[in-house]
């Protein structure tokens, strides 16, 4: 009778517990979208533009083209060796980035090009490439970055004195 009550008693436990957890810990970042599990964005081009390879640690992209022309990719892990995959958008057209890939979209018209972007996360993040090697403050070892990149150090201190795009102003 008592592995009975023992039973009973861890399962009452185990129920308890499970029902008592935070269902969105973003929520505490972002309490005027309390109804949303996600953001949505408006993306401009300006012809010839260009969203710089980036990621979103914490979120899926799909993105919408409502006007012009974008090409658009993202690489894959290296699990699955580094593919790379494009697409040409046109007006209607839609793609998916997964969480966490690097990925692009440049406008290939003459004219401006806006697209709206939904993502799975109140607070995916957005972390671009080129400022999170070239741009960090302190900046990474030049040693380090040569031997990534088999390089030489010219043009690590060259990179790192650049202007790099930021995707988030």
């Keep these: 009778m008592k592995v009975v009550y023992?039973?009973?008693a861890i399962l009452a436990l185990t129920s308890s517990l499970v029902s008592a957890y935070?269902?969105?810990?973003?929520?505490?970042?972002?309490?005027?979208?309390?109804?949303?599990?996600?953001?949505l964005a408006?993306?401009?081009?300006?012809?010839?533009?260009?969203?710089a390879p980036h990621t979103h640690p914490r979120g899926t992209e799909?993105?919408?083209?409502l006007e012009g022309t974008l090409y658009v990719g993202f690489v894959t892990s290296n699990q699955d060796g580094n593919r790379l995959f494009t697409k040409v958008l046109n007006k209607g057209d839609v793609f998916v980035f997964p969480i966490g890939l690097i990925h692009f979209q440049m406008n290939m018209g003459n004219g401006?090009?806006?697209?709206?972007?939904?993502l799975s996360s109140q607070n995916p993040g957005a972390i671009t490439?080129?400022?999170?090697?070239?741009?960090?403050?302190?900046?990474?070892?030049?040693?380090?970055?040569?031997?990534?990149f088999q390089v030489d150090k010219t043009?690590?201190?060259?990179?790192?004195?650049?202007?790099?795009?930021?995707?988030?102003n």
């Design 62 to 65: 799909i993105l919408i083209v």
């Design 42 to 51: 408006r993306i401009d081009f300006a012809p010839k533009g260009l969203n």
């Design 129 to 148: 490439i080129a400022n999170a090697l070239f741009k960090v403050n302190p900046p990474i070892s030049s040693e380090v970055l040569t031997k990534a």
């Design 22 to 39: 935070d269902p969105s810990p973003l929520q505490d970042f972002c309490v005027a979208a309390k109804e949303k599990d996600g953001a």
């Design 155 to 168: 043009i690590i201190d060259y990179l790192q004195k650049q202007s790099w795009y930021d995707n988030n």
């Design 112 to 118: 401006n090009a806006v697209a709206i972007a939904g």
């Design 6 to 8: 023992f039973l009973v």
